[in-house]
């Protein structure tokens, strides 16, 4: 496999991963979905690329909580005696994207989003924020790109569950299921099929 793309709850300035379980304010704790072999394929796949939807201080932190996964073989000479070819090591937020720096072996910022600024990048990470001497805006998608991301490989808009809060998922949700309906409605009317109801 050349990439491995990986939504996370929490990444560090070092470029870990949490996705084990959070601490409450009120104590106790928020279970998460688990890191499912993250471990391993942190390091075996050319391309590690992690996302984060809501750039936030709870999600862009100094030290992460408990280590699920983490890129730990960064260098060509650390990955090469393993079999593991080099490849980019990225996290992707609503923000910028953040390149984990094989000297520093930290995060710094690559990209940032069309109308970000710097200082909204700064005020959103829980970390001493660094900005490669490179960095530039991501340029925008063509129309073209946007038509196929929500017309051919998103159509019901699934991908939008992720960025969006608690309070608003459930009226999303109940318009993704209209749409599914109206989709599989079409679809057996299209086969002459009666429709249950």
Known sequence: MTHEIVGAAQVDRRGRVNTIA???P????IRLPGQGGMADVANMHRDYLLYVPRHSIQSLVDEVEIVSSARGL????EREPMGYRTGKALVFTDLCVFRLDEGTRELAVIET???????QIRDATGFAVTFDADCR???LPSSDTLAV??????PLGLRRLEFVSAKERGALIAEILE???????RCVAAQ???IAS
């Open 113 to 119: 989003m069309p109308g970000v600024t710097r200082q």
């Open 22 to 24: 959070l601490r409450k």
């Open 137 to 139: 805006e991501v340029s």
């Open 179 to 185: 749409a599914d309906r109206a989709v599989v409605e």
């Open 74 to 77: 960064l260098t060509p000479a």
């Open 192 to 194: 002459g099929l009666p």
């Open 149 to 154: 991301l929500r017309d051919r490989i998103d």
């Open 26 to 29: 009120s104590g106790g704790s």
